[in-house]
Each structure stands twice: as structure tokens, then as C-alpha cells.
């Protein structure tokens, strides 16, 4: 990199943005730490962080599929309130139909900190309704969420502390969903993940719905 003249971006303290609340209804951990899944559609991850702008605070909730490691919803708001969490799970769910692979009723499991808009009676009715399985981690603990942290600080180091998704400083929630939307469609289709092969999560997946839709090679 010294060569090329190229210089790495460092990654920087964050605001504390996992607050709980003391009537939340707190769900138990059913993942452990084990942030693996068999198939997509079976564990989801989420969280939110923030982006400082020109005009105040904007914060960014998204929802990964933990099979591929697949952004399935996002969405940037200028308030913490249980909207900014809800509305990426309504965006994953009808993502997941419009890609004919819908969400199984009882199969998915819905892990996030116990942040009070992951354990408020809306989200959590919600889940119910859609038939998904709550989890969330204690408080305190980045271990208990350790892969959405870890999306978290790559979307602020790739795509927040560089002008390669805007070009310039963040003026208005606007600039920060512009940006946002570049490098999630960058992430799932064209960033290569170790983790997966060199692979990209949208290959992952298609590689792993090819696999079940291959006909029976005929016996001899």
C-alpha cells in the first residue's frame, strides 16, 4: 500500500446507541454467539448506528442474513424510534417474497441487542405476526451481536469515512441514504468476503439455490 501510495481508513469510536429499556420485553438469546445458519432465511441479524451530518444525527438500522452474510433491508432515519428498526424487517421480508424465496413461518430466527426499540411491544408483536422467532443478547455485550457490529463498522470505514459513495461531507439525511444505498448494493453484489470463499453474498446464495434445484445425476 506504501508503494501504490495508498493509505488504510482507520476506524473511530462510536456513540452509544444501545440504550435498553426497563418494560422492554426482553426475549432470551437464542443464537449463543454462534452467528452461523444452515440455508438463508434462518437466522437475521440487526442494528443501527449513526452518521453525524450538517443537520444533527441520522441513524441507520439494517438486517443481515447470516447464511451469506446478505444486507436484506436498511433503512436511515433522523430519530431512534421503533420505525427505524421495523422498517428493514418489512423491507427483508418482502425482498425475500419479490425473490421467491419467502420467510417459512417459524423458521427464522430475529437476533439484535436489547436496545428498548428491539424489545418494544410494536416490533415484538410484529414478529409474532409474521411468525419469527425473537432473540436478543444482554446489554452491554458486542459479543452477544458480534457480526452486526462487525457489518456496522464496515459500512462507517468503506462507506461513511470515504468519498467513494459521496463525494463530500454528509449535509442531510439525503446525502446519508444515498450513500448508504451505493454501498449496500456494492456489499451484496460486488465486495468479495473472505469468510465466503472470495465469493460475493448474492453468489453465495445463488450457489446454494442451485445446489438444491440440480436434478439427480441418473444411476447407471
Known amino acids: 500500500m506504501r508503494t501504490l501510495g495508498l493509505q488504510g ?58 447464511f451469506a452474510q446478505k444486507i436484506v433491508g436498511w433503512h436511515a432515519a433522523t430519530c431512534k424510534n421503533v420505525d427505524l428498526v421495523m422498517t428493514p424487517l418489512r423491507m427483508g421480508l418482502w425482498q425475500r417474497d419479490r425473490e421467491n424465496h419467502p ?12 436496545g428498548s426499540q ?21 446489554v452491554g455485550d458486542a459479543y452477544d451481536n458480534a457480526l452486526m457490529e462487525t457489518i456496522n463498522g464496515l459500512f462507517k470505514t468503506e462507506c461513511i469515512r470515504t468519498t467513494v459513495f459521496h463525494p463530500g461531507p454528509y449535509r442531510t439525511l439525503a446525502d446519508v441514504e444515498y450513500a448508504t444505498a451505493g454501498w449496500v448494493e456494492w456489499y451484496n453484489n ?5 469468510t465466503l470463499g472470495m465469493l460475493t453474498p448474492v453468489e453465495f446464495e445463488t450457489l446454494h439455490y442451485q445446489a438444491l434445484a440440480r436434478e439427480p445425476e441418473p444411476t447407471k
Do not use: C, M, Q
Open 9 to 66: 481508513v482507520v476506524r473511530a469510536k462510536k456513540l452509544r446507541t444501545t440504550i435498553s429499556a426497563a418494560d422492554g420485553t426482553r426475549a432470551g438469546d437464542l443464537l449463543n454467539r454462534d452467528f452461523t445458519a444452515p440455508a438463508p432465511n434462518r437466522v437475521w441479524v440487526t442494528d443501527f448506528t449513526y452518521v453525524r451530518t450538517w443537520a444533527g444525527f441520522a441513524y441507520v438500522a439494517f438486517i443481515v442474513d447470516v
Open 103 to 114: 420467510v417459512a413461518t417459524g423458521e427464522l430466527i430475529h437476533h439484535s441487542d436489547a
Open 118 to 138: 428491539y424489545t418494544s411491544v410494536r416490533l415484538s408483536e410484529h414478529l409474532a405476526l409474521e411468525g419469527i422467532n425473537p432473540s436478543v443478547g444482554s
Open 190 to 194: 460486488r465486495r468479495l468476503h473472505g
